[in-house]
């Protein structure tokens, strides 16, 4: 059983160019969010997803897209990177909506040069 | 807009002593969890709790709904358990889009 499982662990960009991070899980889990996390700040909300085929926006959602085709991967695109964007990045899973245990990925430490 | 505090933001202890890190929020939750991030790793879940008190080796969770207040306690301390420890609610409404919010952590450390 991998859990949540999320690549690259580390990436460097240049502005303008794009990537993808990849986030997928095995636990068969209908709620899926990507944050950021910045230094002296809380884990900042990106885009999450309910259940495959719904997507919605969080706190941060500029600059990122997200599909959820399966229920398994969740992918967050990049679509032109900006300095801005560098962070770290972690994609987290759980069964439901409220009282259910959170799982997350490594993380994926980004810089935008 | 729901606040989670946590105090202290930085905590420097020597090894075995009992350590305490209080969160507080602002409105009403349905759930509290406790998350563990240690250095350049992941993010792992502690403790999920709704009321009373939960405990996990040399660990401790305590809430107190009515008093919009969380505890962890760490027994013993170890410099393994040197690490940034986040407190995340679960809202009622409002809050996160996805129901969360986060405090911005409690960087730990125990010196040997």
């Known amino acids: 059983n991998a859990g949540v499982t999320q690549t690259p662990k580390f990436q460097v960009l240049k502005t303008g160019q794009s990537m993808t991070l990849q986030c997928a899980q095995d636990?068969?889990?209908?709620?899926m969010s990507w944050y950021r996390q910045d230094p002296g700040m809380g884990l900042r909300l990106i885009h999450y997803?309910?259940?495959?085929?719904?997507?919605d926006q969080g706190e941060v959602p500029n600059g990122y897209n997200v599909s959820r085709s399966t229920t398994e991967d969740f992918p967050l695109r990049l679509l032109s990177a900006a300095p801005s964007q560098t962070s770290v990045y972690f994609c987290a899973s759980r069964e439901g909506q409220s009282n259910e245990k959170l799982f997350f990925g490594s993380g994926t430490q980004l810089s935008v040069l | 807009k729901n606040e989670v505090e946590q105090s202290p933001q930085n905590l420097t202890a020597q090894e075995g002593e009992f350590i305490t890190i209080n969160c507080s929020y602002s409105v009403g939750i349905s759930a509290l969890h406790w998350l563990q991030q240690h250095p350049g790793g992941g993010i792992v879940s502690l403790f999920m709790l709704s009321s009373g008190k939960k405990k996990h080796g040399r660990l401790i969770a305590t809430i107190n709904i009515q008093e919009k207040h969380s505890s962890l306690h760490i027994t013993a301390s170890h410099p393994r358990d040197s690490a940034v420890y986040i407190c995340a609610v679960v809202t009622l409404s409002g809050g996160g889009a996805d129901g969360l919010t986060f405090g911005k952590g409690t960087h730990l450390i125990i010196q040997p």
């Open positions: 997803s309910v259940g495959a085929g719904i997507t």
């Open positions: 636990m068969n889990h209908e709620y």
